[in-house]
């Protein structure tokens, strides 16, 4: 059994408005910080999971995020394993 | 002026305990994922800051982060920059 560290990167997908992206935004103008263009909130979730097989871990992973990590009509995400 | 793309990750501090997260754990145990040992949620926030100087970027988005991205006395951050 080997440990892996799994991360997931849960984002709203480019064609969903994003309002707390865009009070980050209006935020971070208000301090002077006039360069930034766009910013964008999502979820990052970290897992530790034992399992004998990276690819079993990815399969599963995925199954998470579809089921309850993430919502699939509004989000996209991306799985990232380490060891 | 380039573009810069940058993604900062925001996490709970290790000694923090992360209730959302232990939430999460729970419902992948009650879904049948129980080779989950553990689960944190963070914050994932994507800028795209127009700027001459990659330096220049790394050094502001540190700032942002300390001053309104994230909560230092609970919080750590990693800034990622890509073009």
């Known amino acids: ?3 892996f560290k ?3 990167e849960v984002k709203l997908k480019p064609v969903v408005l994003d309002p707390q992206g865009k009070t980050v935004l209006t935020a971070l103008h208000n301090l002077g910080y006039d360069k930034v263009e766009d910013a ?3 979820k990052l979730i970290e897992l530790k999971i034992t399992d004998s097989d990276a690819s079993n871990v990815k399969e599963r ?3 998470m995020c579809k089921k309850l990590l993430s919502n699939p009509v509004i989000e996209d995400f991306v799985v990232k394993i380490e060891e």
């Open 1 to 3: 059994m080997r440990e």
């Open 6 to 8: 799994v991360k997931v």
């Open 40 to 42: 964008r909130v999502g």
């Open 61 to 63: 992973v995925d199954d």
